[in-house]
């Protein structure tokens, strides 16, 4: 294996343990995630820890993203500048709707979170932390990206998607297909009980100047604040936001 392959493998193996947030990562997951043998995987896992990218819990045997990489971050360029100017907006849903609100990014298949604002109901649905990736069909941010997206386009992603291995969902691409068709018919995307029981989801995207949707605005909510029937009290509020998010770009 040359250099470059190792540096590509050592940044797949990067987003894996992003993947599981700060829940953390077993060596045999991270191993079956990127189907590379456990003595390899261990062995990039030891180096990157010496440097400060992974964090490893030695009692619980887990692995999280580590400080360097929060470092780096810090001074890393977002496609969009700076990122503090889209909080208002997002915390505007939430106090709108009285429920999470989350702005993600597209990167690839996988969905990114880069805000989280927290809604005044008593009972949230933090389905999703800051920094955490999802599979673009394992997130109903990602279904409301799909929905914008040339049908061509989207088969494709639904189709690498469903490769991805995910800890918390697993909808057949049928699925996800469904629930693409609702959000183009209906203009949001929508799903209950699938990240989590009882908690629904809701989104719209937000598409760049090339007409590609790289950013949603999305809620979670427990399903019984969130019923389909609410989606026409939602959608003026999240495309409201939406138009907002698209003058910043």
Known sequence: MNGTQSIERAVELLKQVARFGSRGASLSALSKRIGVPHPTVHRMLTTLSAVGFVNFNKAEKLYRIGPLAFELGLVAVTPFGELGRFEPIVAEVAKQTGDTAYLFLRNGIDVICLIRAEG????????????????????????????????????????????????????????????????????ISYWTSVVMPDVSGAAIAAPSDDGQPRLSIAISAISSRLPEERLNDVKPILKSAQQRVLALL
């Open 120 to 187: 005044d109901y008593i009972i949230k649905a933090n389905v999703i932390e800051v920094g955490r990736r999802r599979p673009i069909c394992d997130s109903v941010a990602g279904i409301a990206m799909l929905a914008n997206m040339d049908p061509a386009e989207t088969a494709e992603l639904i189709a690498r998607s469903a490769l991805t291995a995910s800890e918390e969902t697993r909808l057949s691409p049928a699925q996800v297909e469904e629930r693409v068709a609702f959000a183009r018919t209906n203009g």
